[in-house]
């Protein structure tokens, strides 16, 4: 009792440590503004409350002191979240309603027209933007994924930091888009779809069940519990049921009787290219989202939308979440089966040398991450003014940054192993279909003065031909010519005072790799 008493007191002293008041008075990002009425927020019953929105898209800030020009209106609210409500930054579900409570579709921040919405709240993701990158990149994928839009929160007069304001996974044309199933559907094509469901913690009175081969829970998200009838219900589990058991079963890899025709076999290995990447220690056991179309439409099992990644990108302390080797599915039900099939194997190779020669180039991470980050940039110092965490060891981080640049740039870092030891352990002897690229390719000092350093790291070895040449287009120097390298890291440092650098102050610097062009770069010099 008393060590209970002691941690009780130990928590409540960190949250007050950890907040403090800050004042918001303009912003780059959107301003949210809620009202409760002295109503307590609590993570059960939804409570009515006011919200507005400050937001000039076109406009270079947001003021406090201008008029709500956005939103104006109600919206019911509660606290989200299992492990996240134990954190002093909540986060919060919100509908927007009208005043007799039903619900308002409205678009805000340039997302489709509805009424469910989440305000997340980065907390110990200390980088802010781990769900948010993600998203974006299953988008960029071809998947749907939330929508998502940076603000700031202001509640009940107090400054709350940065938030998230992004969409719920729900069936909807414009997000989860499968077609509507009503509840007079009891027999024929119409049994048949369309379906969401979820594997995670069931909700108390939701309609659930667990596999039985996996004992894997499985929800049912739409139709909602008080929609489904009993032979909806009877026909997505047997459906579940079928899929699980031909996965199961001694003849599985069976292109024809097997678990083949239950399911969309490229879905299946692009959700696990996603949360493989984050290297999510919830994926395949929590939060993880598949659908089921209508026959005449698809009558596969689809994978996603991809949900939940705060802890991912080695940002947890736990199950070797941290570590850049290693895959998650490996262990999961379902999936370690799935990987012990040939063709599941080939389309996984396939789809990831695709996506690593477009989406998930290296260089393209880079620029993905810089560009998100640079949409935080300012409101992030206010947001660790008031959430005193940096450098602080928050559940479950194991990397713990002494500023907001370190977190970035350990994400960065651990984005680069990862992806590299994916490529090994995916394609092994089969490199050559990787792209050769390079990371972080450039060059110092900046501006340019007598010498010129390179840095570059291939994936793989090649003949490596680096040329100089002024704007005009003019040839300067051949710095390596066609020069073999392994892969590696490399630094190379030229003089250039025997150069004529007198016809410009501005020069490109061309790589190429066997022979294909990997890069330009602008060189200024003083």
Known sequence: MYKFFILTFLYLLFTLLAEADVSLKSSDLPIVIISTNEQEVSDSNKIVAHMGIIYNPFAKRNYIDESYNHYNGLISMNIRGTTSATFPKKQYRIE????DSSNYNVSLLGMPKENDWILHAPYSDKSLIRNVITYSLANDMGYYAPRTHFCELILNNQYQGIYVLMEVIKQDRNRVDIVETEPSSKQGLELTGGYLLKIDRPEEGSFHWYTNQAQLPVECVYP????????????IRNYIQNFEDALYSPSHNDTVNGFHQYIDMQSFADFFIINELAKNVDAYRLSTFFHKNRDDIDPRIKMGPVWDFNIAYGNVDYNEGFLSEGFIAENAPWWHQLLSDSIFNSVLQ??????????????????????????????SERNFDKWDVIGKDLWP???????????IEYLSEWFDKRISWIDSSL?????????????RYRYYPIPLGNTLKFEIKLNRSGLVHLAMFDFTGKPVATLINNIHYEAGNYVSEWDLNGLDMTRSRIFIAVLYVNGELISTEKLIRN
């Open 427 to 439: 394609l092994g002897e089969n490199s050559e279909r990787l792209p050769i690229e390079e990371i």
């Open 397 to 407: 981080n194991y990397f713990v940054g002494d500023s907001y640049t370190a977190e």
């Open 350 to 379: 396939e789809r990831w040398v695709y996506f690593r020669n477009n989406e998930l180039l290296k260089k393209n991470i880079d620029m993905r991450i810089d560009s998100i980050v640079a949409i935080v940039d300012e409101a």
């Open 96 to 99: 927007t309603i009208h005043a």
């Open 224 to 235: 909602k519990t008080e929609n489904i009838n009993n032979e909806q219900k009877e026909y």
